[in-house]
């Protein structure tokens, strides 16, 4: 394999990358018009793509390009060291909140929702992280 590459659909290309580097510390790399952002940070660079509301997401879609609530079993995980801190920016910034924080054996978990519906997870492992619930 060569890398992994995260793309996210966004309605508002300049309100995406004011959330995602305010929210999670994230920087711009390079832009590519009106049309992408590189951001990075993370271990895998995160492409910001705008795509109109209503627009077709691939020929023959079943259905138009939706920015309403969503969650796909395909997400975002973003392990962060203070999971309150990075909460609040998220939240200040347009994330909606899913729930409370929830207690796990390896650590804690708040799901919220991006500006644009699509949901993410905030991580904060404990000191075993998954080795606490690993079985092999």
């Known amino acids: 394999m060569a890398g992994l590459l995260v793309n996210i659909d966004v ?11 305010e929210a999670l510390g994230l920087h711009v790399g390079r832009r ?5 952002v590189e951001l990075l940070g993370s271990p895998a660079p995160i492409y910001l793509l705008a795509k109109a509301p209503g627009s077709e997401p691939f020929t023959g879609a079943p259905a138009p390009r939706d920015y309403g ?8 995980d973003f392990a962060v060291n203070d999971l ?4 609040h920016r998220a939240e ?3 994330a909606t909140r899913e729930g409370g924080i929830a207690e796990r ?8 929702r991006d500006p644009f519906g699509h ?5 904060q492992f404990s000191a075993q992280g998954y080795d606490a ?3 092999t």
């Open 92 to 94: 200040a910034v347009g």
């Open 133 to 135: 619930v690993a079985t």
């Open 119 to 123: 949901g993410l997870c905030l991580l």
């Open 84 to 87: 309150e801190a990075a909460l």
């Open 69 to 76: 609530p969503h969650w796909t079993p395909v997400h975002l």
């Open 11 to 21: 309605d508002d290309l300049q309100r995406g990358v004011a959330f995602y580097t």
């Open 105 to 112: 054996a390896w650590g804690r978990l708040a799901l919220l």
């Open 32 to 36: 590519f018009g009106a049309v992408a």
